[in-house]
Each structure stands twice: as structure tokens, then as C-alpha cells.
């Protein structure tokens, strides 16, 4: 059932929340900035908090509200395609897949000599990672079918980076891409933002352009077929679209889990079931997942900043656990 309230009030608050946390992300960190710092360091008086701001913690920001926001988004359109709740880009193998994308192009040194390879290398694995899913959960997507070709895409996705680390050409580069698998939106730049946004967006907007497609495949495929929906060509281009946001993503901040998973589900009580109407609740509620968890991370003492994907892990896991019992359940009363 939707949540008791307007539509203009969920939408205030959702958008006071999200500012909060990006006001928090900026403030927060090794030297602390005080409001009135800050301000002197967006006017140009304070060079030092100027550089911490822009060159550090803004790119970062931004990130993690892109980032976020895209895997959200992702996690909607398959989860309403396949209409199957336990769909996401990392369940799905398309995470681990990327990721072995990415890591042959570090590697190699291939992403050193032309920057443009990473991206496009993990994007074009995340591509036939969920194409292969598709392939394999074929016209009946049941919750079981799809979770055990995402586990096998998935395992094998694992079991070629763990090969790619091992035939590494020396040990402190392993090191390095080991670190990077574990996710951080740390040190990045707006070089990482050039990188990344484009395809993001572009993957955004073809998953937003399937919303109308997502309603009516709620009520069958045959009826969706009746309405004028290719249903072979839409299933192509969200499945571009979640390939560009997820290699993009895992291109630049490393495998990040579960956000794709659990912001289509924490939206959902606002806005209601019907698909297309989670799309976006669910990007913004992405980016504000991403932005807190990465927030939290850098308030946690410790000798080197815990990964990202470390914490979404552990935040993310309790709920998968949760929702497979859940639908457990149904399948057993249903």
C-alpha cells in the first residue's frame, strides 16, 4: 500500500532528505569543516578549504549521488521487467562480470595507455553477464531460474578476477586491484565523474523510457504484446541501459552490492508497486542510500578508511536474507 501522505509532501521530504546528505558529505571527513568554513571555502577567501571541497569531497559527492542513483534505478527496471523482487544488477552477475572487465584492462596497463578501455570493457562484460541471465530465465522468470543463473554468472564472473589477480604482473599491483574491487568512492576526481556520467545517463534514460513498457508487462506478456511493446526489443535496450550503468559504476568506484537490490524495495511504500512509478523513487532513493552509507564510513575510526562495498555488503545482505524468506513464504501460502 502506498504511504499515507501527498505526493508533493513525499516528494519534499525526499528531496530535503537527500540535500541533508549531500550537505553532510561535504562536511564530513579527516579535517572538519565548519559551516562558516565551507563558505568561505565555496567564496574563494579560504584556498585550503577550497581545495578540500572541490578537488576532494565535491567529486565524491557527486559520485555517490550519480552512482547511487543509477544502480537504483537499475535494480527498478529489472526487477519490473523480470517481475521478479530479487533482481538486481549484482545478482545477476552483472557486477562480477564488470568487474572482471575492468580488472584486465588495470592489469594489463591497458587502462594507463588509453582511460577509455575501462569503462568499455566492463560495460561490454555486464552486458553479456545480464544478457546471459535473460537468456537463461527465457520466458518464464521465475525467482529461482533467475537467482541461480545470476549465482552461476556471478561465481564465474568471480572466479576470472580471481584468475586475473593471480596471473598479475607483479604483487603490489594485485594489492592495488584488490583494494579497487572492494569499492570506495575515495580520491576520486571529476576525471572519474567524465567517466562515469556519461554512460549512466544514457543507461538512465533508456530504462526510463521503458517505464510505460514495465506497466503494461505487469499484466502478462500477451497483454503487453496487444498494446504495440516488442517485447524482444525492449528487453535489449534495458538491458543496455542497466549494462552501462552498471559497468560505468563499477568502472570507477568498484563493485558496490545490494543498492540496486534494496532501493526499489525501500521506495515502493511510497509511491506503490506499479513499475514505472518506482523508476525514479528508486534512483532517488539509491543516491541517498549511497551518499549516507559513504558518509557513515568516514565517521567509523580505523587506521584506513573502510571500503564502501564493504558496508553496503553488510547493510545489504541482512536484507536479501530477509526478502528471500519473504518470498519463501509466499510461494508457500500463495
Not at 225 to 234: C, K, T, V
Request: charged share 10%; net charge positive.
Amino acid at each position: 500500500m502506498p504511504f499515507p501522505s501527498s505526493r508533493s509532501t513525499r516528494i519534499t521530504l525526499t528531496a530535503l532528505a537527500l540535500a541533508l546528505a549531500a550537505a553532510l558529505s561535504l562536511a564530513v571527513g579527516p579535517a572538519h569543516l565548519s559551516p562558516a568554513t565551507l563558505f568561505r571555502g565555496v567564496a574563494g577567501s579560504d584556498e585550503t578549504a577550497r581545495i578540500i571541497l572541490f578537488e576532494l569531497r565535491l567529486p565524491r559527492t557527486l559520485l555517490a549521488l550519480v552512482i547511487g542513483g543509477g544502480l537504483g534505478l537499475a535494480g527498478a527496471g529489472l526487477q519490473g521487467f523480470l517481475r521478479n523482487p530479487l533482481a538486481a544488477p549484482d545478482l545477476v552477475g552483472a557486477s562480477n562480470a564488470a568487474a572482471f572487465g575492468a580488472v584486465v584492462m588495470l592489469a594489463t596497463g591497458a587502462a594507463n595507455a588509453l582511460s577509455w578501455l575501462l569503462p568499455v570493457s566492463a560495460i561490454l562484460c555486464s552486458l553479456l553477464a545480464v544478457a546471459g541471465v535473460l537468456a537463461a530465465a527465457g520466458r518464464d522468470p521465475r525467482i529461482l531460474t533467475v537467482v541461480l543463473a545470476g549465482l552461476a554468472v556471478s561465481a564465474l564472473g568471480a572466479a576470472l578476477v580471481a584468475l586475473t589477480l593471480n596471473l598479475a604482473p607483479n604483487d603490489f599491483a594485485a594489492l592495488e586491484i584488490a583494494f579497487w574491487l572492494l569499492g570506495s568512492l575515495a580520491d576520486r576526481s571529476f576525471t572519474h565523474i567524465a567517466i562515469a556520467l556519461p554512460p549512466i545517463v544514457l543507461g538512465a534514460a533508456l530504462i526510463l523510457r521503458r517505464g510505460a513498457m514495465l506497466d503494461a508487462l505487469a499484466l502478462g506478456e500477451e497483454t503487453a504484446r496487444s498494446l504495440g511493446f516488442n517485447i524482444a526489443r525492449e528487453q535489449v535496450l534495458l538491458v543496455i541501459g542497466v549494462a552501462l550503468i552498471s559497468g560505468a559504476s563499477v568502472a570507477v568506484a568498484g563493485v558496490i552490492g545490494f543498492i540496486g537490490l534494496v532501493a526499489p524495495h525501500l521506495a515502493r511504500p511510497f509511491v506503490g508497486s506499479r513499475p514505472a512509478a518506482v523508476l525514479v523513487p528508486s534512483a532517488v532513493t539509491g543516491a541517498l542510500m549511497l551518499t549516507c552509507a559513504d558518509t557513515a564510513l568516514r565517521l567509523i575510526p580505523s587506521l584506513d578508511e573502510i571500503r564502501l562495498g564493504v558496508i553496503t555488503a553488510l547493510l545489504g545482505a541482512p536484507f536479501f536474507f530477509l526478502l528471500v524468506l519473504r518470498e519463501r513464504r509466499s510461494m508457500r501460502w500463495g
